[in-house]
């Protein structure tokens, strides 16, 4: 059971920390619920590797809800360019 609670706390985790990065970018992402959790997971480690780049620590480790939120936006800033130039291309 412990196993499952932690995915279910990370997954609520990743959707809080998503969808503030997803009001925090303007226009439209184009992007699920599902993704949206997973922009958040992937913001928190993200955040954790500019914690480690600052002060140390382990390179692959979740980090605070500030950091997490960072890290997301900056994902999904990144997401949106790749995903702005790919439909442009057509």
Do not use: D, K, N
């Not at 303007?26 to 997973?38: D, S």
Request: proline share 2%; net charge positive.
């Amino acid at each position: 059971m412990g196993t499952l609670w932690a995915v279910l706390v990370w997954a609520v985790f990743g959707l809080i920390v998503g969808a503030i990065a997803r009001l925090l970018i303007p226009g439209r992402q184009g992007i699920g619920l599902l993704a949206t959790a997973g922009l958040g997971i992937v913001g928190s480690l993200a955040g954790g590797f500019i914690a480690w780049l600052i002060s140390g620590g382990e390179p692959l480790q979740a980090s605070g809800w500030i950091l997490s939120i960072v890290g997301a936006v900056i994902v999904l800033a990144v997401y949106v360019r790749l995903a702005g130039r790919r439909h442009h291309r057509i």
